[in-house]
């Protein structure tokens, strides 16, 4: 069991999120604490290694599914975190299959990092192999999705508070999750494609979480570092040229087999 602070200092919303689906699930979550003070700390394209300290803030920590474990790029980043004992609401992205193990996953590396959780929950979005021909939790998450992170917030708030109210510790929360975790296979090294389309305006660029995408040498042309890449499909969601696609014979497989609409699970 783990004392509470006796007052929070505002919302810190922390989150990795490359097509911002994590993102929206976090920001609606702050929108039902709704605390005045609200900061947020955008993991996603920053490789800095400098510590970033809590300060006994009702914290939200959102992070993308990868292969039913927290994305090891989001894992990586998190690593700079030092929770000093701030309650911390635990949040994982997914895109209607599975989250397997990274809910359990995301919790014990919080507690490692010195956060206190609070609650979890587990949020539907986009698949990242989601195309119009073949949408896997296409427009996820949606309205009702937002509305019921909100709800969560408020009902996040609400346990805290009545924690306060009557002195009763936090305990360790439970969560869905095996350990040892998921063994992930390394796949073949893959990365979406330019098409004749593509006019190297460099928007991709710009949203790669990894800097795997660059000019060529005589910027004519957009090149890809097929080892740095995630396979996030950030630049296939923001080409403003539709010009950029990730071909997998796993975005069919997904499609046929999770369509149907997945809701999310809450853990207080």
């Given amino acids: 069991m783990t004392s509470a602070t006796t007052q ?3 919302t810190h ?4 999120s490359p097509t911002q689906t994590s993102a929206k699930i976090a920001r609606a979550i702050g929108e039902g604490i709704g605390m005045g003070r609200r900061m947020e700390t955008d993991l996603t394209l920053d490789e800095q290694t ?7 803030e009702l914290c939200v920590i959102a992070v993308p ?3 039913g474990r927290v994305a090891a790029t989001a894992l990586q980043r998190l690593q700079r975190l030092k929770g000093n004992g701030s309650p911390a609401i635990l949040v ?3 895109g209607n299959r599975d989250y397997e193990d990274a809910l359990l996953e995301l919790r014990d590396t919080a507690v490692q990092l010195g956060f206190v959780p609070l609650t979890a929950g587990a949020f539907i979005g986009e698949h990242s192999f989601s195309t119009p021909e073949l949408p896997i939790a296409a427009g996820r998450p949606d309205a009702d999705d937002l509305q019921q992170a909100r709800e969560f917030g408020k009902s996040s708030l609400e346990k805290w508070e009545k924690l306060q109210a009557t002195g009763t510790p936090i305990t360790e929360l439970t969560v869905k999750g095996n350990f040892p975790y998921k063994q992930l296979t390394p796949g073949a090294p893959a990365c979406p494609t330019c098409t004749d389309g593509c006019f190297a305006c460099g928007e991709c660029i710009e949203v790669c979480p990894t800097h795997a995408i660059h000019f060529s040498e005589d910027q004519s042309s957009i090149e890809t570092d097929i080892h740095k890449c995630i396979k996030c499909c950030a630049c296939v969601k923001c080409c403003p040229n ?4 990730f071909n997998t014979p796993f975005a069919a497989i997904l499609h046929e ?3 149907a609409r997945r809701q999310p699970e809450l853990f207080f």
């Fill in 8 to 10: 929070l200092n505002g």
């Fill in 13 to 16: 919303l922390i989150f990795f």
């Fill in 50 to 56: 400098s510590p970033i300290e809590m300060n006994g």
């Fill in 65 to 67: 599914v990868y292969g």
């Fill in 92 to 94: 994982v992205v997914y």
């Fill in 242 to 245: 539709e010009a950029r696609e």
């Fill in 257 to 259: 087999k999770f369509s």
